[in-house]
């Protein structure tokens, strides 16, 4: 959860103070220059602002029709890529349309001139490659649903699909230069399709600030320290990621439309068989090993970024299954990344409610931010 807070201040430093209760602008890319000439000659030439197309968040600027015919032909190739998410933090992490780096013929912005610096120095390291394909064939379909249905009957069977909401409070343990510092966090889910996420940590004069970040089918926004910002479209997908891979939520969702389950060959660790199950739900895509012995999901593997931006994979490990309102839940976790100790992705589970009384208001989007 880490990774998601460092996306929660990236947000907010990328609005201004206004910026809150006013609607998402139009930014000029690149402060004008043109996109397909930058790409085909590699040179700057600026636009006019009379032949122009507007894209996403961005209106790009063609020094003639013809350049503009031809963005307009193949507009991925030209356009800013990753939705104008920095490309060393992405996630929910805005870029400034004019601080960008052009590499492997594809444009991309940055948040800072830290995360520009960065990303020229080792590209590879921040740009995910494509995901492969799911395992095709109704037997891994099959197979996959079969590990998904004994995992669900060790998590507590039929109760599992009769959670309409579930609220998690864990803490995790932050190292601030020399000092190491408890983030406490809240987790809540209402089913099927809402999460929230509360931080509450120290401000560097020590007091208590809290973050809450919101995802419904229709929004996702960011609020803190008496103000709401809003999300871009863009940052939906690490959202999604993060909340829906939680066990109980990926169990819990199994049965949704779009939710797609695919079995991958069996592995062992540390002496325990494990089957294993792709599972693919919105942005999420993950792969879950499940004890082959007792049906306990024991770990799940997702590709993601670290705190320093770098995409790698996460193993996230579970530990400590204690009964939570009669289900079988882990309360603590163990994370790797890239086979190296990531203790900013671990935590332990202080409280675990199932079916609490949940206020709606926490989900509903405030009308503007408040002063």
Request: net charge positive.
């Amino acid at each position: 959860m880490k990774r998601l807070l460092l996306v929660i201040f990236a947000v907010l430093a990328s609005f201004p103070a206004a910026a809150a209760a006013q609607p998402p602008q139009i930014a000029e890319a690149l402060d004008g220059v043109d996109t397909v000439v930058l790409l085909q000659q590699g040179k700057e030439v600026f636009g006019k602002s009379a032949i122009s197309v507007e894209r996403g968040r961005f209106r790009y600027l063609f020094s003639t029709p013809d350049t503009k015919a031809t963005f307009e032909r193949d507009p991925a190739k030209y356009e800013i890529q990753l939705g104008g998410m920095c490309a060393r933090m992405g996630g929910g992490a805005s870029g400034n349309p004019s601080d960008y780096y052009v590499y492997e013929g594809k444009i991309y912005i940055f948040g800072s001139d830290d995360c520009r610096k960065r990303f020229i120095a080792a590209p590879e390291k921040f740009l995910a490659k494509p995901a492969p394909a799911m395992p095709a064939g109704a037997a891994a379909a099959t197979r996959g649903r079969e590990i998904l249905d004994k995992a669900v009957a060790a998590m507590g069977g039929a109760a599992v699909d009769k959670v309409t909401a579930y609220a998690e409070t864990a803490s995790q343990v932050q190292r601030r230069g020399e000092t190491d510092v408890t983030i406490e966090t809240r987790t809540i889910w209402r089913f099927p399709g809402e999460a929230r996420l509360e931080r509450t940590m120290p401000n560097m004069q020590g007091a208590p600030m809290t973050f809450a970040t919101v995802l419904t089918p229709s929004a996702q926004w960011t609020a803190g320290q008496g103000r709401v910002y809003p999300m871009p479209a863009d940052a939906r997908a690490a959202l999604e990621q993060t909340f829906w891979r939680h066990p109980l939520a990926v169990l819990r969702l199994r049965k949704e439309a779009g939710f797609k389950a695919a079995a991958l060959p069996s592995t062992t660790a540390d002496g325990t068989a494990l089957d294993r199950v792709r599972v693919k739900y919105a942005a999420m895509d993950a792969i879950f090993a499940v004890d082959a012995k007792t049906g306990r999901l024991f770990s799940a593997e997702v590709r993601d970024r670290n705190r320093d931006g770098e995409v790698g994979t996460y193993t996230i490990i579970y530990t400590d299954y204690r009964d939570a309102g009669g289900l079988m839940l882990p309360h603590a976790t163990r994370a790797l990344f890239d086979g190296k100790p990531d203790p900013s992705q671990s935590s332990t589970v202080k409280a675990a409610e199932v079916n609490p009384k949940v206020d709606p208001q926490l989900f509903t989007k405030p009308a503007e931010a408040t002063r």
